[in-house]
Structures are given as C-alpha cells and as structure tokens.
C-alpha cells in the first residue's frame, strides 16, 4: 500500500452474482457451518485434494475467499433475484 494512494478507479465489464431482497443477512451469504460433502465448496475441496475429515467448518475457513465465494451459493434457500428458482443458483452474465 501506497503511503498516498491511487486515485479510484471506475470498475468496467463487471455483472452481479446475487441481487438478494432486503431480508438477507450475513449468514445467507456467508455461512459458518459444517462444509458438506457435496457442496460447492465441498467439492472444491476435494478436487485440491483435502481429505473429507479435513473440511471442517466455513468459519474456519473464513480467511480463503475461494471457499466463501462456494459458500454463499450451498444455502439451498437463498433467493437469487437473478437465478430462475430458489437455492445456490445464479445467471451468467452476458450470455
């Protein structure tokens, strides 16, 4: 980091993954129970090569964004304005 920094810059060719209601809280998008098996994350894990009895918790975890980005989408209940039905979905941008 710059002792002054960098004028901000505008952010260009950038889409949304979420547009969520009002009602949404830290814990719909960023979870911080038990990591499952088969969720995003989990499957992540997996193919890094971490052990199952190794995933442990999205809590501890919190530090590696890889992890939490997979996080938000394993809530099968989150409401993704942008996804066609309920749960860890979302739309691809612009195609």
Known sequence: MELKPSPIKDITGAFALLN????????????????????????????????????????????????MARGTFANVKLVNKLASKPGPWTKHVPT
């Not at 209601?21 to 960023?30: F, K, L, M, Q």
């Not at 499952?36 to 499957?43: D, H, T, V, Y």
């Open 20 to 67: 969520l209601g009002d009602a949404i809280t830290t814990d719909h998008i960023s979870p911080a129970g038990n990591i499952a098996i088969n969720s995003p994350a989990g499957r992540y894990l997996k193919e890094n090569g971490i052990d199952e009895v190794d995933y442990n918790s999205y809590g501890s975890r919190r530090g590696n964004d890889l992890i």
